[in-house]
């Protein structure tokens, strides 16, 4: 759904780029393109929803309100963005401060935020949470039980700087592996079984008892997406220290 959106916003608003064969492709659209008055109406009629107000809004804020370039502040100056000359000299210094920026704007929330700083900003440590997110930090990560029946800021703030405390300024990423490891289409892959010794009994299958089993299937699952994390951060090139993913319950 949304990868259909943005592509709608590129093909109504975007810049044309070129054609391959004969497919136009389009560049994302400015804030200024965005800002018009007929936008929010438009996007409304493309099935955009409750949606078409808050991006027409915050578009026009950016183009109209902000000083010019003021997304670019909001960069990370740390990232691989800088090699491309996209970081303004005045950026902000910290995370947090380009979170609280973008947490001014109409319809932009801390997940939303989170998500344009992880993947638009180039802050690694900034790690959008959910309750899917919140329920993988309580199962493997220690992280308690709540007796609150809404998810609020005071434990999403504690999800994500418990994250940062493990893994640091690769702590969204890190986060965007467990995401998508705990996935049905992910979960249900089955794990690598360990060798056994032509009859000898597996230490797993001698396990007993419904408490046993989902015991056995949580631990393996966690073990799996260890692993998974591990393997990309190391491609990041994350120093060992950080790697610390095993959680064993």
Known sequence: MLGSQVHKLCIHYGPLIGHIGDEPIHDFPTPDALSGDKVESHLRELGFGYRAKYIAQTARVIAKEKPAGWLETLRNPESALKTVGMVAADSVPTYKAAHEELLALTGVGPKVADCVCLMGLGWGESVPVDTHVWQIAQRDYKMGKSKSKTFNKAM?????????????????WAHSVLFTADLKSFADRPPKAEPVSEGET???EEKSGTDSK????TEIAVEVKAEQVDAVLSSMELPAKRRRTRRRL
């Open 156 to 172: 999403y703030d504690a999800v994500g700087d418990h994250f940062r405390a493990i893994w640091g300024s690769y702590a969204g």
């Open 202 to 204: 597996s230490p797993k």
């Open 214 to 217: 989902k015991r056995v299937k």
